[in-house]
């Protein structure tokens, strides 16, 4: 064939990257279950399926160390199936060797795409030797009987078997572009709440349709983008059982992931940011929570422990539970540490459990001796509290010694266009996220009383704590009879924001604050008003230390 008719495999390369994922994390997910249970042998045909396919398309783009280590794979299923060898625990290990190394290989294909040179060839294929070397010898049984095919999918017709080919209506769509469209909408708000302020009070009946029809398709072009980057979370969730598996035998414990809530859908910016502070969540129940199986059996627990990892729909939020059947945290323990580790002074023993609860989300704190790969190094609940507050949500903790631990997160299903209510301090505009308001009231300055050094009303039978934003922000303020208040709610707690009017409700796209800016505590970004003013939002749990750490007691 002449150069110029030859076909450019590489052109194919991002397909093969997206559908080999795809097949690592079936497979994945067949061998938890075979593992579990080493009688579904049904799960090798997934598993050979995905090792058949990676080998095929392997060979196509010339990547022949992976088609031939896929090959050996394929070959070790096939003989377990026919009853050659046995399905035993090494044997599945061996399979999770294999398809790490598998997704390593082709990981690299995929960062090199651009590169006609390999430089670790040659520990690729000491890597694939040792491999085959283990397979001769894995699993091996004499005369085990056969095992009976399975029924093929689809109908017969003259004795041969009729696939069922699907319809696919779904199509892959780079997130960038969709980054790229929200933007878009949310310019297309800016302008929206633009025109709102310059036409007001305009008396074109003609005018104000237009207005109307424009307003309503803009908020169903919002809506319909917002739709198009929902995920379910169980995109990340699906990658945790391998994960507690894996920590779970390297602490020789015996652990059950139990996931609730996969089809629980959440913005994929949302998502993306959570993964590392879950998984942070699930090491500490493993390596902190579940004791290890004898411990279990002498307190008269189940030797296997279990982590609930549980995602629910909470209006415009999302609550995730990683909770545990462990040990609890001992906060006597927990004090002592941080006394020894000089985290507070002797002198300052007598601290709450709420105190000590806080504690364990500072930066460096850990109650383990050793750095281990697991823990020690005290960043991993740190990690947490940062992502929760980034994202604009909060992380909880409930415990009870000798019965477990549930850290829960609460986020936003979005964070990009958010519904705020805008409030005025002198000259300036801020923004509250409007799912946190609770009610707005006027109040006297005389209903202010003071106790205890703090400022607080009375909200029918309820005592809630005032603040007013101008002392918070430090801005100059005229002193007037009454005030505005704009009563908050996170969780089971409740404050009072005093401020000098109440603007209105407005819909608007969040914009980053630059780095320089990020670093003043109590605003999570900005917003350009109707008038073409810059409103900040306001990050109310950085700002009044709303950390919302529950005093309760926890009951699996």
């Known amino acids: 064939m002449p150069d110029e ?11 093969y990257l997206n559908d080999a994922r795809d097949g690592f994390q079936r ?20 598993i050979g399926r995905v090792f058949h396919t990676l080998k095929s398309s392997s060979s196509m783009l010339g ?47 995929g960062e090199r795409q651009y590169e006609g040179k390999v430089e670790t060839q040659h520990i690729v294929s000491l890597r694939i030797t040792e491999l085959k070397e283990k397979i001769e010898m894995v699993g091996t049984v004499p005369n085990l009987p056969p095992l009976n ?5 689809g109908g017969t017709k003259g004795g041969v078997t009729v696939p069922v080919i699907e319809k696919i209506d779904t199509i892959r769509v780079k997130m960038v572009l969709l980054d790229v469209l929200f933007n878009q909408v949310g310019e297309l708000i800016i302008t929206k709440n633009r025109l709102d302020t310059l036409l007001h009070g305009t008396e074109s009946k003609e005018l104000k349709e237009v207005l109307a029809v424009m307003e309503r398709t803009i908020n169903a072009m919002q809506e319909n983008v917002s739709a198009s980057r929902m995920v379910p979370v ?23 992931l139990v996931i609730e809530g996969r089809e629980i859908e959440l913005d994929k910016s ?65 004090k002592d540490v941080a006394i020894r580790k000089g985290f507070v002074k002797p002198e300052e023993g007598s601290l709450s459990d709420k105190e000590i609860m806080k504690m364990l989300f500072s930066p460096g704190f850990s109650s383990v001796e050793d750095v281990t790969g697991l823990s020690g190094r005290g960043i991993g609940l740190n990690v947490v509290r940062t992502a929760a507050r980034e994202m604009g949500g909060t992380v909880e903790v409930a415990t009870e010694k000798g019965k477990g631990t549930r850290f829960s997160l609460t986020l936003p299903l979005t964070t990009a266009i958010v519904q705020t209510l805008m409030v005025e301090v002198s000259d300036h505009v801020f923004a509250i996220p409007s799912d946190i308001v609770l009610e707005t009231m006027r109040i006297g300055v005389l209903e202010i009383k003071e106790i205890a050094d703090r400022k607080v009303f009375v909200r029918g039978e309820e005592v809630i704590p005032f603040i007013a934003l101008n002392d918070a922000l430090g801005i100059v303020h005229k002193k007037s009879d009454e005030f505005n208040v704009v009563v908050i709610h996170r969780g089971d707690r409740l404050i009072g924001l005093g401020v000098d009017g109440v603007v209105g409700q407005m819909e608007n796209i969040v914009k980053p604050l630059d780095p320089i800016a990020q670093k003043f505590r109590g605003f999570s970004g900005g917003m350009i008003m109707g008038d073409g003013r810059v409103a900040l939002l306001l990050d109310i749990p950085a700002l009044f230390g709303f950390e919302a750490v529950r005093e309760e007691r926890y009951q699996i």
């Open 63 to 109: 990547f022949e160390n992976i088609s031939d280590l896929a090959h050996s794979a394929e070959d070790l299923l096939g003989k377990m199936k026919q009853g050659e060898r046995q399905v035993t625990r090494e044997a599945i290990d061996l399979l999770f060797e294999i398809m790490d190394t598998l997704q390593g290989m082709v990981k690299e294909k």
């Open 27 to 46: 497979a994945n997910d067949a061998l938890l279950a075979l593992e579990k249970d080493r009688s579904r042998t049904e799960r090798l045909d997934e």
């Open 234 to 256: 169980d995109e990340i969730f699906q990658k945790f059982p391998r994960i507690v598996r894996d920590l779970a035998r390297e602490q020789d414990k015996e652990i059950d």
């Open 270 to 334: 949302v998502l993306d940011a959570i993964s590392e502070p879950l998984i942070h969540l699930l090491r500490n129940a493993v390596g902190h929570g579940i004791e290890p199986a004898g411990e279990r059996e002498a307190m008269g627990k189940d030797k296997s422990g279990i982590i609930r990892l549980v995602a629910k729909r909470a209006e415009n939020h999302i609550l995730i539970n990683v909770e545990d059947d462990g040990g609890g945290i001992d906060l006597e323990r927990m």
């Open 149 to 153: 095919p399975p029924l093929a999918k």
């Open 5 to 15: 008719e030859k076909i450019d495999f590489t052109l194919f390369l991002n397909e």
